[in-house]
T-cell receptor
Framework: NAGVTQTPKFQVLKTGQSMTLQCAQD?????MSWYRQDPGMGLRLIHY???????DQGEVPNGYNVSRSTTEDFPLRLLSAAPSQTSVYFC??????????????FGPGTRLTVL | GQQVMQIPQYQHVQEGEDFTTYCNSS?????IQWYKQRPGGHPVFLIQ?????EVKKQKRLTFQFGEAKKNSSLHITATQTTDVGTYFC??????????FGSGTQLTVLP
C-alpha cells in the first residue's frame, strides 16, 4: 500500500495563479482532510470530507475549494493564489468508527510558495 | 472543532531528563489524539485516548486523559535525541472536525 500520496512536493506560484494540489489514498478511508501548516501556527484544518460526494469547511476554508468524486481522491484547488497562502499543505485520511475520526494517516506534504 | 491550549510552546531538555506537554480545553472532549512531527516531516499518529481518566503507555511515553475529559498530557521519561520533534494534541468533539493544538517543540541536547 502506498498510503497517502500528495503531488507535487514543491510548487512556486505567482499571485493570481490557480492550481490543484492532488491527494490520493489507497486504504479505503471514508474521512479525508486538508491542513495547512505555517511556522508557529500548528496545523489548521481547511476542508474535510466524510465520504464521496460530501465535503465541509474547516477552520480556514477561504480561497480553497475541494471535491470528493471518489473515495480515493481529494484534490484541493487554490482559486487565485495569494502570498498569504504560502505554507506547507498536508492531506490526511482516516476511517470513522462510532462517529469519531480515528488515527489519521498523513501524506508527505506539498510546500507551496506564492510570490 | 474543539479549541485547546497546548503548553509549553517550546521545551529544551538535556538528554536523560523527563519532558511533559499539556493540552487543556474549556469544554469536554469526546476523545483526544496525539501526534509527533519530526523536523521537515509529516505528523505521525501516536495514540488515541477515549475514556475519562485513561492512562496509556508506549515504552517511555505515558499519555493521560483527565477525569473531566478536558485535559490531557504526554510525558516522556528519560528523553533521547530520537524524541526531538513537535508534539501535537488533536482533540475531537461531537463534530467530525479534528483540529490540532499549536504543538510543543521539543529539543533534546546531547
Amino acid at each position: 500500500n502506498a498510503g497517502v500520496t500528495q503531488t507535487p512536493k514543491f510548487q512556486v506560484l505567482k499571485t493570481g495563479q490557480s492550481m490543484t494540489l492532488q491527494c490520493a489514498q489507497d486504504m479505503n478511508h471514508e474521512y479525508m482532510s486538508w491542513y495547512r501548516q505555517d511556522p508557529g501556527m500548528g496545523l489548521r484544518l481547511i476542508h474535510y470530507s466524510v465520504g464521496a460526494g460530501i465535503t465541509d469547511q474547516g477552520e480556514v476554508p477561504n480561497g480553497y475549494n475541494v471535491s470528493r468524486s471518489t473515495t480515493e481522491d481529494f484534490p484541493l484547488r487554490l482559486l487565485s493564489a495569494a502570498p498569504s497562502q504560502t505554507s506547507v499543505y498536508f492531506c490526511a485520511s482516516s476511517y470513522i468508527l462510532a462517529g469519531s475520526v480515528n488515527e489519521q494517516f498523513f501524506g508527505p506534504g506539498t510546500r507551496l510558495t506564492v510570490l | 472543532g474543539q479549541q485547546v491550549m497546548q503548553i509549553p510552546q517550546y521545551q529544551h531538555v538535556q538528554e536523560g531528563e523527563d519532558f511533559t506537554t499539556y493540552c487543556n480545553s474549556s469544554t469536554t472532549l469526546s476523545n483526544i489524539q496525539w501526534y509527533k512531527q519530526r523536523p521537515g516531516g509529516h505528523p505521525v499518529f501516536l495514540i488515541q485516548l477515549v475514556k475519562s481518566g485513561e492512562v496509556k503507555k508506549q515504552k517511555r511515553l505515558t499519555f493521560q486523559f483527565g477525569e473531566a475529559k478536558k485535559n490531557s498530557s504526554l510525558h516522556i521519561t528519560a528523553t533521547q535525541t530520537t524524541d526531538v520533534g513537535t508534539y501535537f494534541c488533536a482533540p475531537s468533539g461531537s463534530a467530525r472536525q479534528l483540529t490540532f493544538g499549536s504543538g510543543t517543540q521539543l529539543t533534546v541536547l546531547p
